[in-house]
Nanobody, 126 residues
């Protein structure tokens, strides 16, 4: 069973930072393409950052380039999303997802997704 769990969300002021983590209890995430997605109130779910199985290919949404970093921590069986310089428009529920086979571009366009985590809320406000 593919079971993903997100953690690390919370409330932060604009300009602050959070690190989100996507983990799996029964699956090795290094065999999956992993993506971070978000859905804000009244908006469609969108791809934020996606990383290949090897970690050598990464895609970021234009809105987060230079501020967010996705990375793998194989020892912890995790994929992290470091979010810096947070803006109010980053407020959303953040989800991670896995795909067996996908380019990072396709996955961040919501393609080939096999499973989702439950989501973690990021609230950026003063």
């Amino acid at each position: 069973q593919l079971q993903l769990v997100e953690s690390g969300g919370g409330f932060v002021q604009p300009g602050g930072s959070l690190r989100l983590s996507c983990t799996a209890s029964a699956i090795n995430l290094n065999t999956y393409v992993i993506g971070w997605f978000r859905q804000a109130p009244g908006k469609a779910r969108e791809g934020v950052a996606c990383i290949s199985r090897s970690g050598g290919d990464i895609h970021y949404a234009d809105s987060v380039k230079g501020r967010f970093t996705i990375s793998r921590d194989a020892a912890k069986n995790a994929v992290d999303l470091q979010m810096n310089s947070l803006k109010p428009e980053d407020t959303a529920i953040y989800y991670c997802a896995a795909a067996v086979v996908a380019t990072v571009e396709a996955m961040c366009a919501l393609g080939n997704i096999e499973g989702w985590g439950q989501g973690t809320l990021v609230n950026v406000s003063s």
